[in-house]
């Protein structure tokens, strides 16, 4: 290799080179590349060549960890970020049995999937070290189960957790759908243009609406770290001069695929919430706005 140091001790030059390479995570990241090389030394010099380059871990190996799962993410798709485990803790409180789930701007379906899994009994949520709230997976006939395990299910129809949750997802991008109907299930994804992509069945019948969608402003693109900026998809991190383009159609029009009682939750940043609960307002949905400053995350919630 010419573009990370070798040693010939095994794996044990891996940290090295990712420390090198400016990656923080050195450790941790060398335990996932090392797995995913599985003992094939070429692949795992590749892995790592690629991993000091700039290129994002989770795209090298095919795999992101979001709320003690493995959800698949293929080339360019979003990538699951952990303050989004905010999202799902808020959706799933007080979600009753048999609740009808759209993760609309689901990108690789990883917040449905979440959703699910938790309705499920497969992760849970527990306290770590720090005092922080935390999903983790949940041990399974012996082993603990923290992938995503949908394949066996009926690709046809919704999924179905211990809870009775019925998840659905909806995106633009053909990419993130692809990944995302490895996590939900073939047919419990929904390629198209926000509400447009929705079977006509759901209208009125979704009681928790969840969306991540762009809300990046435009100018502050260029900001961003280059992992995000050169290798996930644009339409997934614009979100217009204010950032808040895609939620003004999606709080717009929420409200007829809304059930009696349902709610609409969307991830915003601390700056726009105060904007972004105004549009709720203004739709008629009545809101409040979560924080977890230890995931700086920041979750408007509305009511119809």
């Given amino acids: 290799m010419d573009q990370v140091t070798r040693r010939d001790d095994g794996t044990g030059w891996v940290v090295g080179a990712l420390r090198a390479g400016g990656c923080v995570f050195a450790e941790e990241e060398a335990a996932v590349v090392i797995e995913a090389a599985a003992g094939d030394e070429a692949e795992l010099e590749r892995l790592v060549e ?13 795999w992101a960890a979001f709320a ?16 989004t ?15 009808v789930v759209v993760d609309m ?30 999903f983790e997976a949940v041990e399974q006939g012996g082993r603990v189960d923290g992938n995503v395990g949908f394949e066996a299910a009926d690709q046809g129809g919704p999924v179905h957790g211990g809870a009775g949750f019925e998840v ?29 992509a929705l079977p006509a069945g759901l209208r009125g019948r979704v009681d928790v609406m969840v969306v991540n969608a762009p809300y990046v402003p435009s100018a502050a693109i260029a900001t961003m770290p280059a992992e995000a900026r050169e290798h996930e998809a644009p339409i997934a991190l ?8 895609v939620q003004r159609r999606i709080v717009a029009g929420a409200a007829e695929w809304l059930a009696e009682g349902g709610r609409l939750l969307i991830e915003t940043s601390e700056q726009q919430a105060p904007l972004t609960a105004a549009l709720f307002e203004a739709a008629g949905l009545q809101p409040h706005v979560e924080r977890d400053e ?9 009511h119809i």
């Fill in 50 to 62: 690629e991993r000091v380059a700039g290129r994002p871990l989770e795209h090298l190996v095919g």
């Fill in 68 to 83: 003690g799962l493995r959800v698949v993410v293929g080339p360019g798709v979003f990538v699951p970020r952990r303050r």
């Fill in 105 to 134: 701007c689901c990108g690789s379906g990883a917040i449905g999937a979440a959703i699910a899994a938790y309705g499920e009994g497969r992760i849970r949520l527990s306290t770590d070290a720090d005092g922080d709230t935390v």
């Fill in 168 to 196: 659905w997802g909806a995106d633009l991008d053909a990419a993130a759908v692809a990944s995302a109907r490895q996590n939900l299930g073939a047919g419990r994804v929904f390629e198209g243009d926000l509400f447009e």
């Fill in 85 to 99: 485990e905010l999202l799902v803790r808020a959706a799933v409180r007080d979600a009753p049995d048999g609740a």
């Fill in 294 to 302: 230890s995931l700086d995350a920041t979750v408007v919630v509305g």
């Fill in 238 to 245: 614009d979100g217009g001069g204010d950032g808040l383009d």
